[in-house]
């Protein structure tokens, strides 16, 4: 045989999974087809990277719903805190952010994509970038697989006694996550479970939700609602998201709407279909109960004269304020002591459950991962080898999981690239 392994994809899960390889004596050669390797780090975390998220392993398998369960035999062998001390020894320093998301310190997200390439080529592994993948099979006689590739000079045909799929999904196809692997698994005998974008934007069509645009809100809850019976099982997992929010000129944006995002693209892959009364409910105020705020517009109508857009803006922007106030059609912005029972507790409901109409999402090209994939269960996860082909290996986000923003993505293609890289050849 060439190679003990050819990792196909040099991704985050690519990389660590040669560098792990080859530390153990793997003759290991990983195939990337753009022309420098991790794209998709450099592009991450606003090109800052999140590198994985500032808690337990356990959190982190539960952060990607039912699904997650299978994380965990990976993340024992791969935790959190032992990516933190793998960069730091690399010479990236990290820090934890309020959010609990791990950055570096320096905020450039070529720092980790360089240090998990000096990794893997300290300990011998080698890499071919601008070499795009044509064909993996397995050879008929004596086991192994010949993968055929193409650069710009030549076509390559490489023996190996192991394959390791790290190709991605569909997300940011910019980044070279055009879907490539899917094929190759399928004609291994693979299944692929539905495939949909997740962490992407969120579009509705109403004119008011455009005049918002660039209004950032820090802390609320989102809730997503569906008035459909079509989408997947597992697609309204995870409905509810708390943090920061941001309206745009298509809809909402920002870590709340992106986590909940999967729950309206399992249908629609386009921002021109539409489901009646799909929507998201905002919590505009999650530090406060029903009862704090009912007292609080009580006692602003007892003792104010101000106008309700005023009041309310002590707690909310004025320009939602106003929305706000248009959504329940006010007739005029009444003063507080001259406020209906009736407008009075709506504002109260608004305050508690925002409607925002939702129509679709910004779809693959803006989604930051591909829900779906290689169906879980045709995969072993104390080894990511699958149960289906003997010496073929699948890690990253090629599989059938995704998580929400805040590293947790990372943090799964580093545990699973690991494991595979402890077996591979």
Same mark, same amino acid.
């Given at each position: ?24 004596? &793997?003759?290991?050669? +990983? ?13 991450? @975390? ?21 699904? @997650?369960?299978?994380? #965990? ?27 609990? &998301? ?21 300990? @011998? ?37 192991? +394959? ?140 104010? *004269? ?7 803006? $002590? ?13 329940? *059609? ?15 507790? *709506?504002?109260?409901?608004? #305050?508690?459950?925002? $409607? ?52 947790? *993505? ?16």
């Amino acid at each position: 045989m060439d190679w003990d392994a050819v990792i196909v994809g040099g991704g985050a899960a690519g990389l660590w999974a040669a560098g792990t390889a080859a530390a153990r004596g &793997k003759r290991v050669i +990983v195939l990337e087809k753009n022309n420098k390797a991790g794209v998709k780090i450099l592009m991450s @975390g606003g090109t800052r990277c999140n590198i994985t998220h500032h808690c337990d392993s356990r959190k982190i398998a539960e952060a990607f719903g039912k699904n @997650g369960r299978v994380l #965990l035999s990976v993340l024992s062998r791969l935790t959190p805190q032992d990516v933190v001390r793998e960069f730091e020894s690399e010479g990236v320093a990290t820090k934890v952010e309020s959010t609990g &998301k791990v950055f570096p310190v320096s905020d450039r997200a070529i720092d980790v994509r360089d240090a998990v390439v000096r990794r893997m080529a300290r300990f @011998g592994a080698e890499m071919v970038t601008g070499c795009a993948v044509t064909s993996v099979r397995p050879m008929n006689e004596g086991g192994g697989f010949q993968v055929t590739a193409s650069t710009a000079k030549e076509t390559m045909e490489l023996r190996c006694r192991s +394959v390791l799929i790290t190709t991605g999904g569909l997300s940011y196809s910019g980044c070279g996550t055009t879907g490539d692997g899917y094929p190759w698994a399928q004609s291994m005998g693979h299944s692929i479970t539905p495939l949909r974008p997740a962490l992407t934007p969120l579009v509705s069509n109403e004119a008011w939700v455009h005049d918002l645009s660039g209004l950032t809100l820090e802390d609320v809850a989102v809730t997503a609602h569906r008035n459909d019976s079509g989408h997947g099982k597992n697609s309204m997992e995870r409905t509810v998201s708390r943090g920061g929010f941001l309206w745009t000129h298509t809809g909402c944006s920002g870590p709340t709407a992106m986590n909940v995002s999967r729950c309206f693209s399992d249908t629609d892959h386009s921002v021109s279909q539409s489901h009646v009364g799909d929507c998201i409910a905002i919590d505009l105020l999650p530090e406060d109960s029903r009862e704090a705020i009912e007292a609080w517009l009580f006692d602003e109508a007892k003792k104010s *004269n101000r106008a309700i857009s005023t009041v309310l803006s $002590q707690r909310i922007p004025k320009r939602l304020a106003d929305a706000m106030l248009q959504n329940l *059609n006010a007739t005029h912005d009444p003063h507080m002591a001259e406020l209906p029972k009736k407008l009075r507790l *709506n504002i109260l409901d608004s #305050l508690k459950r925002f $409607q925002v109409p939702i129509h679709g999402t910004r779809g693959y090209p803006k989604a930051e991962v591909t829900a779906g994939g290689v169906a879980l269960g045709e995969v072993n996860f104390q080894d990511m080898q699958s149960r289906k082909q003997e010496g073929l290996f699948f890690a990253g986000e090629i599989l059938d999981l995704d998580g929400p923003i805040g590293g947790f *993505n990372f943090q799964a293609a580093w545990s699973t690239g690991h494991t595979a890289g402890l077996h591979l050849g």
